[in-house]
T-cell receptor, first 112, second 112 residues
């Protein structure tokens, strides 16, 4: 399949270990954040979201942390599996706005 | 499956030809978005509809691009006089107000 990103930062992780993917955002007016997973040849797949009135949100095997003070967002994946190999994007939405603005993406490679 | 559908999945066209892509959003979603993604980059916003009204357009959307959502359901994106720089993945997303931003699988356009 076609590669989503050829020159992205890459995180290599051993199967079963935890992964942490980081994202810095620049717009202090952003109030909504989403993490997406994108596999080759596919569209972005929603993983988890968080609003600015929260600093942590958990899903199945995933946790998103939001630090508004330093404008930093992270995605933690517990017990990483081969199927987690993909490119991960953070996206932000400005308060009162409608569109999502995406970060540059991080490729996660899970080693068996 | 009631996700976002895009057609065609792939399109190869000669420079100068016109192309049209279709997006069928999730049926209850009132908002529809078009994004463009090139290799190694996150999706970039092109335009946004609330029901049938086109409320925002990016500067990326040149005069050769036009989008419609005539009945507030499906949408079309037309590119006239295609150029090689138009080669990209064109992604459609939909949401119910500010919730549930869901992407389709995209249309991969190659201009030769």
């Amino acid at each position: 399949g076609e590669s989503v990103g050829l020159h992205l930062p890459t995180l290599s992780v051993q199967e079963g270990d935890n992964s942490i993917i980081n994202c810095a955002y620049s717009n202090s007016a952003s109030d909504y954040f989403i993490w997406y997973k994108q596999e080759s040849g596919k569209g972005p797949q929603f993983i988890i979201d968080i609003r600015s009135n929260m600093d942590k949100r958990q899903g199945q095997r995933v946790t998103v942390l939001l630090n508004k003070t330093v404008k930093h967002l992270s995605l933690q994946i517990a017990a990483t599996q081969p199927g987690d190999s993909a490119v991960y994007f953070c996206a932000e939405k400005q308060e009162g706005g409608n569109k999502l603005t995406f970060g540059g993406g991080t490729r996660v490679l899970v080693k068996p | 499956d009631t996700g976002v559908s895009q057609d065609p999945r792939h399109k190869i066209t000669k420079r100068g030809q016109n192309v049209t892509f279709r997006c069928d959003p999730i049926s209850e979603h009132n908002r529809l978005y078009w994004y463009r993604q090139t290799l190694g980059q996150g999706p970039e916003f092109l335009t946004y509809f609330q029901n049938e009204a086109q409320l925002e357009k990016s500067r990326l959307l040149s005069d050769r691009f036009s989008a419609e959502r005539p009945k507030g359901s499906f949408s079309t994106l037309e590119i006239q006089r295609t150029e090689q720089g138009d080669s990209a993945m064109y992604l459609c997303a939909s949401s119910l107000d500010d919730n549930g931003y869901t992407f389709g699988s995209g249309t991969r356009l190659t201009v030769v």
